[in-house]
């Protein structure tokens, strides 16, 4: 199970009031309360709070749960790890300090920054640990990355381009306000991409001295939760399997190790790589298989796979039936409501 700080509910009461719903009502269903989110720094998990934002969305028929929910947030949604990246020296610095204090923001958000060039591109996931929708959940944390880049590059600093998993909204109304920049959905992954040069410009507002008392601050917590191999290494596939890099050695290098350190360290942790990806391929499978706008292509793709013939074999050993059948059963199950044992 993963953790997120109740500060991503910080705005949770004002928009389900906005959208005609009752917030303690809308809790109270996913097993929360009004009374968690008066810490912002409660851990709650994960899943509850995704499954939480993803029903306000279908329960007011809003599309833009995610991006209502974002605004206005300031830095304090990162807890007292916004006290030292609104202080790093450049973007870059900031980042890093994010993938390295992530547990305590947000367990269930992978992030990864790539260089291509004169292009800099920042994917991310949202993990779950049983298959659900992340729509809202992908954009909530893209615009609270956004404030990150706008506080140490500007208020009117803008990516090139924000791009979605998920289908476009009814209206881009909302997603233009915020992002100020072109929105792709139906793209192989999310995030957002911006010139590199970006990464090395100086943070002027940046003090030393209040980054290196926050990071004391950070190491007096309590129950800080050290993140193990076998987390590390879900978040990164997540990342990699859209772009066809979901092998042993690509992620050896992305942790920096050899790729017999890291069968050693997951072994030490009881399981292995080829079950972790074996694992994270039947849960996506499902949640990719749910929609119908993905062809059986596509998943195969965005499950790591060149070649289709190769996702239907798998598929078949691990749940008896060809994906397409699997579908279909699905899509009845959802309609009619009957168990057709589709597992």
């Known amino acids: 199970m993963t953790f997120m700080r109740a500060a991503v509910l910080a705005n949770f009461p004002d928009v389900a009031r906005q959208l005609g719903l009752d917030p303690e009502t809308e809790l109270h269903k996913v097993g929360l309360s009004l009374e968690y989110l008066t810490t912002p720094d409660r851990h709650l998990p994960s899943d509850d709070v995704v499954r939480l934002i993803e029903d306000l969305a279908k ?3 809003c599309d833009t749960v995610g991006l209502r929910l974002s605004q206005p947030r300031s830095m304090s949604g990162f807890g007292v790890v916004g006290l030292v990246l609104a202080q790093q020296p450049t973007l870059r610095a900031a980042l890093q300090m994010v993938l390295r204090y992530l547990p305590l923001i947000n367990e269930s958000l992978a992030l990864r920054l790539e260089l291509d060039g004169e292009v800099a591109l920042l994917t991310e996931e949202i993990l779950t640990t049983t298959v659900m929708p992340v ?3 992908v954009e909530l944390a893209l615009a609270s990355n956004l404030k990150l880049f706008r506080t140490l590059l500007g208020a009117e600093w803008s990516p090139r381009c924000i791009y979605f998993r998920h289908g476009a909204p009814r209206s881009l109304e909302l997603h233009n306000q915020i992002f100020h920049c072109r929105c792709v959905f139906n793209s192989e992954f999310n995030g957002m991409s911006f010139p590199a040069y970006e990464l090395d410009r100086p943070n002027t507002t940046a003090d030393p001295d209040m980054a290196h008392y926050a990071e004391h601050l950070i190491g007096a917590l309590p129950d800080q939760r050290e993140e193990t191999t076998t987390m590390r290494v879900r978040r990164l596939l997540h990342l990699f399997m859209p772009l066809q890099r979901a092998g ?3 992620v050896a290098e992305a942790l ?4 017999r350190k890291l069968q050693l360290d997951l072994a030490a942790e009881h399981t292995n790589f080829g079950d972790l990806l074996n694992q994270i391929r039947r849960e996506r499978a499902k949640l990719y298989l749910q929609h119908s706008r993905y062809s059986i292509d596509q998943v195969a793709s965005l499950l ?3 070649q289709p013939t190769s996702f239907t074999r798998w598929f078949l050993v691990q749940h008896g039936l060809p994906p397409s059948t699997w579908r279909r059963h ?5 309609r009619g409501g009957a168990n057709m044992g589709v597992s």
Request: charged share 10%.
């Open 59 to 61: 329960n007011s028929s």
């Open 330 to 334: 699905c899509q009845l199950n959802m």
């Open 248 to 250: 042993i050695r690509p």
């Open 304 to 306: 790591g796979y060149t």
């Open 256 to 259: 920096k190790c050899s790729v």
């Open 135 to 137: 729509h809202q959940s």
